[in-house]
């Protein structure tokens, strides 16, 4: 039986105890709908990739409330994710951090002689942020089987998923199916990035907001040197 519940005290308490016991979420955020579980449980995370029939290739992400979850969970923005993550979030942004060794996430296998890595994200939503608080931080991928539009409300999520899910929590209805911006860092690559999904923020945004990062800098620098 398909359990659909309004966010509410009860609705949040019986979320957290799925998640604990190793079930699947249906959560809004604010962006759209996402499928979640607990990022430390190896089980539930192969259950999203078997509900939505998601190849093992495509990573999923780590949902939180803050960025100060990231050292609980072993986890650090390499820069210049760390300066582009205080400008877009909250926010429809997914910087990739890189795991450290006493992270104990399910992250995705790194290629040879690689780091780990976990694409993060801190909704912009205080519904999204209440969730977050009750469960603890979730790994998640959008509310829907591979292939399929992404959810924007609870009604396109059930119909996509129905009963795999253990409980649906519904939010009303998000702004839009546009997923968030996917971004990860290479020394390589011009600024220092390289956007990996464009989603709700265009690239061209991101770029410019570290031109402008950089140009500040330089003239910090400048008056440093002039004093």
């Known amino acids: 039986m398909v359990t659909v519940l309004q966010v509410d005290e009860d609705s949040l308490r019986q979320a957290a105890r799925i998640v604990r016991e190793g079930g699947l979420v249906v959560v809004p955020t604010d962006t759209v709908y996402g499928i979640a579980c607990d990022p430390f ?25 803050s960025l100060g979850d990231l050292h609980a969970l ?6 210049p994710l760390d300066s582009l993550s205080e400008e877009f979030l909250p926010g429809p942004f997914s910087p990739i ?10 992250t995705p ?16 939503s205080d519904v999204a ?3 977050l608080r009750a469960t603890g931080p979730l790994a ?11 959810a924007q409300s609870i009604q396109e999520a059930l119909a996509s998923l129905g009963d795999d899910v253990d409980l649906y929590l519904d939010g009303g209805p998000t702004a839009s ?16 990035i390289i956007v990996l999904r464009e989603g709700v923020i265009p690239a061209v945004e991101i770029r410019d907001a570290l031109r402008h990062a950089s140009a500040g800098a330089s003239t910090g620098s400048i008056r440093g040197q002039a004093a």
Do not use: F, W
């Open 177 to 192: 199916h546009v997923a968030s911006t996917v971004v990860a860092a290479d020394a390589q690559a011009p600024g220092g």
């Open 140 to 150: 998640a991928s959008s509310a829907n089987r591979s292939g399929e539009q992404s």
């Open 129 to 131: 942020l209440r969730v």
């Open 74 to 79: 072993g986890l650090e923005l390499p820069e």
């Open 109 to 124: 296998k790194p290629e040879s002689g690689g780091s780990r890595t976990q694409a993060i994200r801190i909704p912009d």
């Open 97 to 106: 951090a890189v795991a450290g060794d006493d992270c104990t996430l399910v």
């Open 41 to 65: 449980n190896q089980a539930a995370v192969d259950r999203i990739y078997e509900v939505k029939r998601r190849e093992r290739s495509k990573a999923l992400q780590v949902l939180m409330s």
